[in-house]
């Protein structure tokens, strides 16, 4: 059992992704790891390890494809119901809570998903920061709607590809063009009450992202949306 917590919220503007300018989610579950990609969660939830590793992603679909599976689970990580009986959960405000546990998870995917001089790069610290703005997001959302008593599972939102294109396939170098639809869960928890405007399920956007081939692994060093 674990303990009632009343929240009161106010409703939460939507935030833009750096994936393009419009929010992103799975449905109404997280969706798995790529088996072609590394994301171990630790009992926070918060990943230890994350990589595209070239050993089995060898063409440009598929670095995008593991990509987005892993952006998802990014977006999605931060927030279990399991946490409803933490320390941090009865100790901190929820602005405090999401801070803490988003850093934690933001910092492995920016390390294992970007080259270390991402921050040289204007296009990449602006898709990274709008990154880290929608997992805040998607989070706080999620923590609302996290006691099982009020709701079926916490809010989840992601991107489903609806059109991918390979711009360059080479050894060392791969650049995909991407469309995406947003999608979400609130059809299994009260997250429409919790944000100004309604769920954004349905919306499109897209992009396009060059992985380099670093050490063994695939790292994004350009993006264009």
Known sequence: MHRARVVVALAVGMLAVGCGGSPSSPSAESPAPATSATAEADTDNAPETVGLYAEDLKTALQVNDAFYELRNDWMNSGFTPEQLDSDDYWNLSREEFVEKHAEAVDLPYISGLFIPEWSDNASLVNFIEGLKKQHRFVMEIAYITGDPDYDDEPFRQGVELTSVVPDTD??????????????????????????????????????????????GKWLISNVVY
Do not use: Q
Not at 171 to 194: I, L, M, P, Q, Y
Not at 208 to 214: A, F, Y
């Open 170 to 215: 080479e050894a060392a170098t791969k650049r995909v063009t991407s469309e995406w639809v947003v999608v979400d869960n609130v059809d299994k928890n009260r997250g429409d009450e919790f944000i100004n405007g309604g769920s954004n399920a349905g919306e499109t956007g897209g992009g396009t992202i060059t992985w380099d081939l670093v050490d």
